[in-house]
């Protein structure tokens, strides 16, 4: 890997060198193909990987800059999505084939964004002419069940038909969340309001699901929340907001 000298390259080779074969940071000043013809970010880094490849890169060393505060940057990479969830907005970017190149749109590289994750109670949906539309979920506070979200993101035609399976015997008729109704629906259309809950039917709040979203609103709802799948393993009672949520 190699990247240009600047304000950021201390840190960024420190964190770097574990994880690739080769970091080279050069200094564009004693390069003199780096300075021929015009200049812009895309240019600099294809001249940067030709120059790599023919050898011609004059290295500048860095010790460490003992600035760790950006670590969880040099792990977006397939083996480190876990690692990069706890950065809002994070994505990855993921060589499949080919060559890079600059300004076009050739399938070589993915993008591939970072969410953040955790399991949640399902305790309702909105029911479709097939199954459900979207799921109803929270989490438990003090004892007590919160609406965190609702989602119909996520799910196959089948996917649908199994969890669906899993609501037969668990209809309630009454809502099983402390906070709701919520007094208006939100900026972004997450809240559950007495007339948007006429639509929703309830669960036993005993099944848990894994979640992926975005972001928590200043509401504590969910942005861009999507299913993952039923988690057997986790009990209903166990299930908290999980600490340090963006």
């Known amino acids: 890997m190699n990247f240009e000298e600047g304000t950021s390259a201390a ?3 420190d964190l770097l060198k574990p994880h690739v074969t080769q970091v080279i940071v050069c200094d564009p000043r004693k390069n003199a193909l780096l300075k021929k013809g015009n200049k812009n970010d895309r240019m600099d880094a ?3 990987s030709d120059l790599l490849r023919a050898g011609l890169l004059s290295r500048v060393y860095h010790g460490d800059s003992g600035v760790r505060t950006q670590y969880n940057l040099s792990l977006c990479s397939r083996q480190g999505l876990p690692s ?3 950065i809002p907005h994070c994505c990855s970017m993921e060589w499949r084939s080919g060559r890079y190149e600059p300004g076009q749109r050739s399938g070589a590289w993915q993008k591939m964004p970072v969410n953040q994750g955790q399991e949640f109670v399902i305790a309702g ?3 479709s002419s097939r199954n459900f539309d979207a799921i109803i979920f929270g989490y438990y506070d003090a004892g007590r069940l919160i609406y965190a979200g609702r989602t119909r993101n996520g799910f196959t035609p089948s996917s649908r038909d199994r969890l669906f399976k899993y609501f037969k015997g668990l209809e309630v008729e009454k809502c099983p969340f402390a906070n709701l109704p919520e007094a208006k629906a939100g900026h ?3 809240g559950l309001t007495a007339e948007k809950m006429k639509e929703c039917r309830w669960l036993k709040p005993v099944l848990v ?5 975005v972001e928590s609103t200043p509401d504590d709802h969910l942005r861009h929340s999507r299913f993952v799948g039923v988690r057997k393993d986790k009990k209903a009672k166990d299930v908290v907001r999980e600490s340090g949520r963006q």
Do not use: I
Not at 209 to 213: A, D, K, S, T
């Open 188 to 190: 972004w259309g997450e």
């Open 11 to 13: 840190w960024l080779h």
């Open 209 to 213: 699901g894994q979640f992926e979203f």
């Open 84 to 86: 990069a969830s706890s």
């Open 46 to 48: 294809r001249k940067l």
């Open 125 to 127: 949906y909105t029911p």
